[in-house]
């Protein structure tokens, strides 16, 4: 398995930018409906922590990122991710 590199700011693919958001669309959704399970519906912890495993190996695979912050010095972790190519997404920066 390749490592990504964590300032990579390409998508790691040879999909479209099309097929990119419709899986980027997902995966948020995903994230939303776990949001909503964590928060009181009955599930299986097991099972989120599977949906919650997967959705990680799908956000790292394409590179997907948070967004910027409004002061463009952090991320928005909670907020939809964006593509790598997005002009709001964040990326580390050490300094």
Known sequence: MTKVKQN?????????EDDLQKILDLVNSTR???SQMKDGWSVLTSTLAELD???HRVHNAMNFRPQKDDQNDGSMYWA????????????YEPK
């Open 8 to 16: 990579d700011r390409k998508n790691k693919t040879k999909l479209t």
């Open 32 to 34: 939303e409906m776990l």
């Open 53 to 55: 495993t997967a959705v």
């Open 80 to 91: 939809d991710l964006v593509l790598p190519e997005d002009p709001k997404a964040w990326f």
